[in-house]
């Protein structure tokens, strides 16, 4: 069983920053593309960024020069750094990796969601 825990959320007003964390744990063997997703009120969950193993990392074009996606492999941990943000950047975020665990099963994992609300 493999475990996605995020934290960082809050309230922020607009041009602020938040950094959110998502740390996985459980029977892991190694993680291939990590990732944001959110999700606003009455919208359906969108994607906000990944990163692959390798460093490589794509973003929704309404972060980009915003949000920094980043990882650290040793503690199979994934971090957003979220700068200049706005009001509609408020949703409840939701971290989610692609695990193989110790069984070899390919995984698609998520956590519970943070909130992230920006004042104007």
């Known amino acids: 069983q493999v475990q996605l825990v995020e934290s960082g959320g809050g309230l922020v007003q607009a041009g602020g920053s938040l950094r959110l964390s998502c740390a996985a744990s459980g029977s892991i063997f190694s993680i291939n593309d990590m990732g944001w997703y959110r999700q606003a009120p009455g919208n359906q969950r969108e994607f906000v960024a990944k990163?692959?193993?390798?460093?490589?990392?794509l973003y929704l074009n309404s972060v980009k020069g915003r949000f920094t996606i980043s990882r650290d492999n040793a503690k199979n941990t994934v971090y957003l750094q979220m700068n200049s943000l706005k009001p509609e950047d408020t949703a409840v975020y939701y971290c989610n990796a692609e695990v193989k665990n110790t069984a070899q099963a390919t995984l698609d994992s998520w956590g519970q969601g943070t909130q992230v609300t920006v004042s104007s």
């Open positions: 990163i692959t193993s390798g460093g490589s990392a």
